[in-house]
């Protein structure tokens, strides 16, 4: 499915030709045009820049690929990034002291931005299938990266299927998307779900993967997409397991502690990958050989 | 060869401080390591430097740009070092494998340091061949030549009276050429000293393929026990690349972006935001480190992230030892 990444001869193909001489440490200038809170610890940050007198997109990014935000003074931190035509947009989940201060601010701020980074979801092999998207949580921002490509490219796959669950109501993110964008969309099913519903919650309550179980997806001709927290990640392989998902067909994406999002560094390597570089994307038949050590 | 007297070492030195900056091995305040070459230095070319060459190309610490705060208008100035050419003078065939493995990690793979190689691109590097292995120095286990190494711009060949010299590369004739021309060379027939039968040896042939299979395996359970995480041998690593980013505010609105120097040793070095670290305690930092020398780096670029050096070795303050590491995985039982 996607390539094997680690493979010495894949890993050769990256050769001097593709090296770009810019610095790769210094980020862009740029700005947070719209900030759309999403729950009480998750917000989206819209960033542009500025290129003659006319906001734009910083750089482009594949579904999957990363970008690495930076508040001058506090800290920088890699995250999962939302191509749009004029903007990218970074869902950000209050975790340290970097996503903290970002909470903090407000439109019109100046931050850094470099990138793009990772390899990304691998789209045209998915081509024609169907694909089934499973998130928990704030999993559903790398997850939507690859939704909007389906969306936007409907043609070129068959039905999709969104199983979504957050802990509350109240934490579910981009609500605009699960009970307005995405419903509207042509043979695409939204299944969403809480670990507990509140008084005007009339959908699912229950874990990912008890209502994956209850959903049953056709595992024939569909590739997966599964992000979100360990704890729902491994019990909901071992529910696509028992569906009949094969381990090439089931895709997701890892997260280790990134500084120069260049595979330089050192400190995202999982066994002989680095997650910068050579991830954040990988089959779970890719994950089967690398170290447990994520 | 073209030789010259080891009573003219001065005068080499002279002529190559001369034409740009020369870094040679010395001892200061009792610290051997390259410095900038002056008249009144205390050179050494007795044994390798206690601290690798590495901090010429990839400084302890370093400024990578300055910044004006958010809030206002920001904005970021690169801070790149000066493209100048330097020689370094004296360079073990150990020291000069690490630099090519640093290259490998710095200057492929779709992205290069800037820092790294503008630093880099200037440098002519004069190896010099060891005629005598030191206690902890293992490089021959680890498939080096000690008198020789076929990376390097220049060799120079330890002759018992006289330095032999060759060079291997444009940059390499340069400074023979500079020598030549100052009148230093003379042609000498006197064998290559070579050193004596190392102290030190380790069989490493396979041990990247077989710790393929050997990442869950019993040996980790009891290896990590004596080290204390100090990061010592990263740090005295010629090959050790790992760095951290980081960043000082000088007031309010402006500050300055760092690459230092980071260890795998360190519980920050992979902790994330919100605490989780997929190498929580010392087993992992332990495993992790001889896993990236050698099997992770052999996987992704085909050779040892170990050179022999022995530095790791000799200031292990609880000689918890990679020579020792290799061996015991040499005798380990897969499946065990």
């Known amino acids: 499915m996607v390539k094997d990444n680690a493979t010495p001869e894949n890993l050769a193909k990256a050769t001097t030709?593709?090296?770009k001489r810019i610095?790769?440490?210094?980020?862009?200038?740029?700005?947070?045009t719209k900030i759309i809170e999403e729950t009480p610890d998750v917000k989206t940050f819209y960033i542009s820049k500025e290129e003659n007198g006319?906001?734009?997109?910083?750089?482009?990014?594949?579904?999957?690929q990363l970008a690495m935000l930076s508040l001058p003074g506090v800290g920088e931190a890699m995250f999962s990034a939302t191509d749009a035509p004029d903007h990218l947009q970074l869902s950000i989940k209050k975790v340290g002291t970097l996503t903290d201060e970002l909470h903090e601010i407000v439109p019109g701020q100046t931050v850094g931005i470099r990138g793009p980074y990772g390899n990304g979801f691998p789209m045209d092999q998915i081509k024609g299938k169907n694909v089934l998207f499973i998130a928990g949580g704030i999993g559903l921002a790398p997850v939507r990266t690859a939704v909007r490509y389906c969306v936007d490219h409907r043609d070129d796959f068959a039905k999709l299927h969104l199983v979504y669950g957050s802990r509350s109501p109240a934490d579910l993110v981009f609500q605009y998307d699960l009970f307005e964008t995405w419903p509207a969309v042509r043979d695409f099913q939204v299944s969403v779900t809480v670990d507990r519903g509140d008084d005007?919650?009339?959908?699912?309550?229950?874990?990912?993967?008890?209502?994956?179980?209850?959903?049953?997806?056709?595992?024939?001709?569909?590739?997966?997409?599964?992000?979100g927290p360990p704890i729902m990640i491994k019990f909901t392989l071992g529910i696509l397991d028992k569906l009949g998902f094969t381990a090439e067909n089931v895709i997701t994406t890892l997260e280790m502690r990134m500084k120069c999002g260049i595979g330089k560094c050192g400190r995202c390597n999982?066994?002989?990958?680095?997650?910068?570089?050579d991830g954040p994307v990988f089959t779970l038949a890719e994950m089967k050989k690398m170290p447990n050590e994520y | 060869m073209k030789a010259f007297p080891k009573a003219k070492l001065q005068e080499v030195l002279k002529t190559l401080a001369s034409k740009g900056t020369l870094y040679v091995p010395a001892l200061v305040d009792e610290t051997h390591?390259?410095?900038?070459?002056?008249?009144?230095?205390?050179?050494?070319?007795?044994?390798?430097?206690a601290i690798s060459p590495k901090e010429i190309f990839f400084p302890s610490t370093e400024k990578i740009y300055n910044f004006t705060a958010y809030g206002i208008d920001g904005d970021y100035e690169e801070i790149l070092p000066d493209r100048t050419a330097c020689v370094l003078f004296g360079v073990r065939s150990c020291d000069m494998q690490a630099i090519l493995c640093m290259d490998d990690v710095f200057l492929t793979r779709g992205y290069i340091d800037e820092y790294y190689a503008t630093r880099r691109e200037g440098a002519t590097i004069v190896a010099l061949g060891c005629s005598k292995a030191g206690a902890?120095?293992?490089?021959?286990?680890?498939?080096?030549?000690p008198v020789e190494h076929e990376g390097a711009d220049a060799q120079l060949y330890d002759l018992g009276d006289y330095y032999g010299i060759q060079g291997r590369t444009e940059k390499g004739e340069k400074v023979v050429e500079a020598l030549a021309v100052a009148g230093l060379l003379s042609e000498s027939s006197a064998e290559v000293l070579v050193p004596e039968e190392f102290v030190l040896q380790v069989d490493s042939e396979g041990i990247a393929e077989k710790l393929q299979a050997m990442f869950e395996h019993s040996l980790w359970d009891q290896l990590w026990r004596k080290c204390i995480n100090c990061g010592t041998c990263t740090y005295l690593c010629p090959t050790c690349h790992c760095f951290d980013i980081s960043e000082k505010k000088k007031n309010q609105h402006c500050g300055v972006k760092i690459k230092c120097w980071d260890s795998c040793m360190f519980n920050e070095y992979a902790m994330m935001a919100g605490g989780h670290n997929p190498r929580p305690s010392k087993k992992e930092k332990v495993r992790q480190r001889f896993m990236h020398k050698l099997r992770y780096f052999p996987e992704r670029y085909g050779k040892y992230q170990c050179t022999g050096c022995g530095r790791c070795i000799a200031k292990c303050p609880v000689n918890l030892e990679i020579t020792d590491v290799i061996n015991q995985v040499r005798e380990a039982k897969v499946n065990g």
């Open chain 1, 200 to 227: 005007n919650w009339k959908g699912n309550v229950g874990f990912v993967p008890a209502f994956l179980e209850e959903l049953k997806p056709n595992p024939d001709n569909t590739v997966c997409i599964i992000c």
């Open chain 2, 33 to 49: 390591r390259y410095y900038p070459y002056r008249a009144d230095i205390q050179v050494s070319l007795e044994q390798n430097s």
């Open chain 2, 136 to 145: 902890d120095c293992f490089c021959s286990s680890m498939g080096l030549n």
């Open chain 1, 270 to 277: 999982i066994g002989s990958c680095y997650i910068c570089l």
């Open chain 1, 54 to 64: 006319q906001m734009v997109v910083p750089f482009h990014t594949a579904p999957g």
């Open chain 1, 23 to 32: 610095n790769p440490l210094i980020p862009m200038k740029a700005k947070v």
């Open chain 1, 17 to 19: 030709e593709e090296i």
